[in-house]
């Protein structure tokens, strides 16, 4: 099948390809695809007033249950604060000294004592393991003042990922009527969490090791997530309780390439509702690593001392999609090149497509030319100037 070619590869391939040999193949049972839309899905039995499960690598809803119902989320608040933390602490791991204003906040703790000082990074180990309200607070003071004009910045980033119904008062999460989330926000906020990977490996661990500069010592923190002992492949992310909220939830868990988020808000049993959810989860996903490296084709080279040109393929990104779904694969080239090309230039692509939308490309690009000949004319050379006199 041939068809024009009409995607931007590079400046000498859009401009004088002419068309496009395109492949198409059907591999439901080796490969899969996410649908464009999803199904009408089977339900859970979860005892969560509001969940929801995610495919963490695009965000997409798997499964829930009034998520986008606005609640109180407790401690999961720390997710952002820990983010926004670490965020600065990229670019200046400042150590920052603890005073008696900034221990003014009850609740769970990292044991923080006036005159201590600690860095901005064990801060935010403090909040993703023992869940330490002091150590919310503390950062809060350190990056903008204090609570009130951190919260500012805690909701400019909540609008920068979408989560447009959720208002943040507290770094800690302690309750408010203004502060609140929802399932659907919480979710998007832990994918993007999950994606920084300092706060990745912080909420991964059993236990965390902070140091501290005064006193010079280093304290052991145990993590609150009993699912990073109690569920395979559970890499984070945070508890939460207060009677207002009652119990919340979020986690994350990675098996066999596909990664999962899962939240609850106000779930009695949330470690057995968890588990019920990720499993139901990785029943549905698998990933699809796209990998041409093998691909090889000579293609006929015009305007050049060679004859013909090498096209090599190679491997691409990791895929979380569906198990039923099916994925076309095509090889999109020209049946041509025009010299001058150099090894590595981009001139084509093989895209993989559901529906007709493209999920993923691997790029197909120039090799060494196939062997110099003489300037004489081959037969693709002279079959191109014959239709290009055409047009004189």
Same mark, same amino acid.
């Given at each position: 099948?041939?068809?024009?070619?009409?995607?931007?590869?590079?400046?000498?391939?859009?401009?004088?390809?002419?068309?496009?040999?395109?492949?198409?193949?059907?591999?439901?049972?080796?490969?899969?695809?996410?649908?464009?839309?999803?199904?009408?899905?089977?339900?859970?039995?979860?005892?969560?007033?509001?969940?929801?499960?995610?495919? &963490?690598?695009?965000?997409?809803?798997?499964?829930?249950?009034?998520?986008?119902?606005?609640?109180?989320?407790?401690?999961?608040?720390?997710?952002?604060?820990?983010?926004?933390?670490?965020?600065?602490?990229?670019?200046?791991? %400042?150590?920052?000294?603890?005073?008696?204003?900034?221990?003014?906040?009850?609740?769970?703790?990292?044991?923080?004592?006036?005159?201590?000082?600690?860095? *901005?990074?064990?801060?935010?180990?403090?909040?993703?393991?023992?869940?330490?309200?002091? &150590? &919310?607070?503390?950062?809060?003071?350190?990056?903008?003042?204090?609570?009130?004009?951190?919260?500012?910045?805690?909701?400019?980033?909540?609008?920068?990922?979408?989560?447009?119904?959720?208002?943040?008062?507290? +770094?800690?999460?302690?309750?408010?009527?203004?502060?609140?989330?929802?399932?659907?926000?919480?979710?998007?906020?832990?994918? &993007?969490?999950?994606?920084?990977?300092?706060?990745?490996?912080?909420?991964?661990?059993?236990?965390?090791?902070?140091?501290?500069?005064?006193?010079?010592?280093?304290?052991?923190?145990?993590?609150?997530?009993? *699912?990073?002992?109690?569920?395979?492949?559970?890499?984070?992310?945070?508890?939460?309780?207060?009677?207002?909220?009652? %119990?919340?939830?979020?986690?994350?868990?990675?098996?066999?390439?596909?990664?999962?988020?899962?939240?609850?808000?106000?779930?009695?049993?949330?470690?057995?509702?968890?588990?019920?959810?990720?499993?139901?989860?990785?029943?549905?996903?698998?990933?699809?690593?796209?990998?041409?490296?093998?691909?090889?084709?000579?293609?006929?080279?015009?305007?050049?001392?060679?004859?013909?040109?090498?096209?090599?393929?190679?491997?691409?990104?990791?895929?979380?999609?569906?198990?039923?779904?099916?994925?076309?694969?095509?090889?999109?080239?020209?049946?041509?090149?025009?010299? +001058?090309?150099?090894?590595?230039?981009?001139?084509?692509?093989?895209?993989?497509?559901?529906?007709?939308?493209?999920?993923?490309?691997?790029?197909?690009?120039?090799? +060494?030319?196939?062997?110099?000949?003489?300037?004489?004319?081959?037969?693709?050379?002279?079959?191109?100037?014959?239709?290009?006199? *055409?047009?004189?």
């Amino acid at each position: 099948m041939v068809v024009l070619y009409q995607k931007t590869i590079s400046k000498n391939f859009v401009k004088k390809a002419t068309a496009v040999i395109v492949t198409v193949f059907t591999a439901a049972s080796v490969f899969s695809v996410y649908p464009v839309h999803a199904e009408t899905k089977p339900e859970l039995s979860v005892s969560a007033q509001s969940a929801i499960l995610v495919n &963490a690598v695009d965000g997409s809803t798997l499964w829930a249950k009034n998520a986008q119902q606005k609640r109180p989320m407790a401690s999961t608040t720390k997710i952002m604060t820990a983010l926004l933390t670490l965020e600065a602490a990229a670019c200046n791991n %400042r150590v920052v000294e603890v005073t008696a204003d900034m221990l003014r906040v009850e609740g769970s703790s990292m044991g923080l004592q006036s005159g201590d000082r600690i860095s *901005l990074s064990g801060l935010a180990a403090g909040m993703l393991s023992t869940s330490g309200n002091d &150590a &919310a607070i503390v950062a809060s003071y350190a990056l903008a003042g204090g609570p009130v004009a951190f919260a500012k910045k805690m909701n400019q980033r909540a609008q920068e990922l979408g989560m447009a119904s959720s208002h943040f008062v507290t +770094p800690s999460g302690l309750d408010n009527d203004e502060h609140y989330s929802t399932a659907e926000d919480m979710a998007k906020l832990a994918c &993007a969490a999950m994606k920084n990977e300092t706060f990745a490996a912080i909420t991964s661990r059993k236990s965390v090791k902070v140091a501290f500069a005064q006193p010079a010592c280093t304290r052991m923190y145990t993590n609150h997530n009993k *699912l990073l002992a109690q569920y395979q492949g559970c890499i984070g992310v945070k508890t939460g309780f207060t009677k207002k909220s009652g %119990r919340c939830l979020v986690s994350c868990a990675q098996r066999n390439g596909v990664r999962l988020i899962a939240v609850t808000l106000n779930a009695p049993d949330d470690w057995k509702d968890h588990q019920t959810m990720l499993d139901y989860g990785f029943t549905k996903l698998k990933s699809v690593t796209l990998d041409d490296s093998t691909y090889s084709v000579s293609l006929p080279l015009i305007g050049g001392s060679a004859a013909s040109v090498q096209v090599t393929g190679e491997a691409g990104s990791t895929l979380v999609l569906p198990k039923d779904a099916t994925l076309e694969r095509r090889v999109e080239l020209p049946h041509f090149l025009y010299a +001058p090309l150099e090894k590595g230039d981009l001139v084509g692509q093989v895209s993989y497509l559901v529906n007709g939308r493209e999920v993923g490309h691997t790029a197909l690009t120039a090799g +060494p030319v196939a062997a110099q000949g003489t300037t004489q004319q081959n037969f693709w050379q002279k079959v191109v100037c014959f239709f290009q006199s *055409l047009f004189r």
